[in-house]
């Protein structure tokens, strides 16, 4: 089973940066490749931010330049480095994998104020 979990969200101004980490219980990075979504309130889950096993990187239009996404193997950990962040990133932020099935974070809260 694949345990995925999430921190470092939190109430930020517009402009602010965040750092968010998805830490893995066991290492699975360099063998899947692992994604933010993330889900605003009456919205569904978008793919904001994705790393390939190889260690290509993917961003969403709507973060592209703000947002960067990178992983650390050894410390089995996930990081999204979050800058000048908009009203408009206000969501809760989830940790996602694949491995023949969907995995989950329980998701971390990113509120910016205008």
């Known amino acids: 089973q694949v345990q995925l979990v999430e921190s470092g969200g939190g109430l930020v101004q517009a402009g602010g940066s965040l750092i968010l980490s998805c830490a893995a219980v066991?290492?699975?990075?360099?063998?899947?490749?692992i994604d933010w979504y993330r889900q605003a309130p009456g919205n569904q889950r978008e793919l904001a931010a994705s790393?390939?096993?190889?260690?290509?990187?993917n961003c969403a239009d709507s973060v592209q330049g703000r947002f960067t996404i990178s992983s650390d193997n050894a410390k089995k950990t996930l990081t999204l480095q979050m800058n000048t962040l908009k009203p408009e990133d206000t969501a809760v932020y989830y940790c996602?994998?694949?491995?023949?099935?969907?995995?989950w974070g329980q998701g971390t809260q990113v509120t910016v104020s205008s």
């Open positions: 066991r290492s699975i990075f360099m063998a899947y490749d």
């Open positions: 790393i390939t096993t190889g260690g290509t990187t």
């Open positions: 996602h994998t694949w491995i023949g099935a969907d995995y």
